[in-house]
């Protein structure tokens, strides 16, 4: 352990003293406005810019926002993770980024709760304030939900990570796109084909990104809870934060009656993303982190509802 050292009291300068020891410097002149109204405004000059742009705005922006659900907990805060942008003709120069703060502040003061509904308000109004035709809205978060063991009936908090995305155009209307993430269980059929016993597993994530119908109704279903759903009931087992020995038991001996492989997986959850009416088209993705390979083991399935018969 180095030697500590010690030093006798000292006269320390004032902080003012301090802060120029270290490099602060006087105010310098002031000759620019300092009122809003008479400061140029280089984002709204208006010249032609050569190009019009897809998308300008912000990302990255962290908030509390509220989050309903039909399982528990049925209201939750979480901090959701925002992207806003609108695209701009090659007459304008750029846009102003503080309305989109701005905006987002408004609504938080009344109570932001993060669903469809909200949402699509939310962006309209947001093309308004920008005087845009058109605006998108990216809101990722987790999204928590209670799993009880399923001997034990001991509870406890689960998530998902969760993805949802509204747009709005001022002649094609609204887009609703939805993403979910979530982590299985996956046991391998060749394993346990081969073996005289046993059969390697693996933690798995599913991911299912999904279009949504415009005349979806989420006040009478919740989508969360059902992509969820399409992805625990297809895997092997589903995950839980608390199992007694009667609950491993019950989940490794389920784990060893369903094997699955990835491709397995993602035709699973396809077959169920299908038959959800509210469904346009929809991708699914698992990723399997191998217990006894070095790799992971991937699939993937995309398909358009609207163009494609089976």
């Known amino acids: 352990m180095d030697k500590i050292q010690t030093f006798p009291n000292k006269s320390l300068p004032n902080k003012a003293l301090r802060h120029k020891l270290f490099g602060s410097v006087e105010p310098g002149p002031r000759s620019k406005p300092v009122e809003k109204s008479d400061m140029a405004d280089l984002q709204n000059t208006k010249k032609d810019f050569l190009f019009d742009l897809d998308a300008v705005g912000i990302a990255n922006v962290k908030h509390p926002i509220v989050i309903k659900s039909k399982l528990k907990p049925t209201s939750q805060t979480t901090i959701g993770t925002f992207q806003f942008t609108s695209s ?82 001022k002649k094609a209307g609204f887009d609703m796109k939805a993403s979910l993430s979530g982590l299985i269980t996956t046991l391998c059929p060749c394993s346990k084909e081969i073996s005289e016993y046993s059969a390697h597993n693996q933690r798995g994530r599913v991911t299912m990104e999904v279009d949504l119908d ?88 995309t398909y358009n509802k609207l163009n494609n018969n089976l």
Not at 110 to 136: H, I, N, P, W, Y
Not at 279 to 298: G, Y
Request: glycine share 2%; net charge negative; charged share 30%.
């Open 88 to 169: 701009i003709d090659k007459s304008s120069k750029g846009t102003n980024m503080s309305r989109f703060t701005e905006h987002l502040n408004m609504y938080h003061e009344k109570g932001f709760t993060a669903d469809f509904k909200s949402l699509k308000q939310f962006t309209k109004e947001l093309a308004v304030r920008l005087k845009q035709k058109d605006a998108t809205t990216i809101i990722s978060y987790p999204w928590f939900f209670e799993r009880r063991g399923p001997h034990s009936n001991l509870p406890g908090m689960n998530h998902a990570d969760v993805t949802v995305t509204v747009s709005y155009d």
């Open 214 to 301: 415009e005349s979806f109704d989420e006040d009478h279903m919740d989508w969360k809870e059902l992509l969820l759903e399409a992805a625990e009931s297809n895997a092997s087992a589903r995950l839980h934060p608390v199992l007694k020995r009667p609950d491993e038991k019950m989940v490794t001996e389920q784990a060893y009656e369903n094997p699955r492989f990835v491709e397995d997986m993602v035709r699973l959850v396809a077959a169920d993303l299908y038959e959800m009416n509210f469904v346009t088209q929809f991708q699914v993705v698992c990723r399997n982190e191998e217990s006894i390979h070095m790799h992971d083991a991937i699939a993937s399935v």
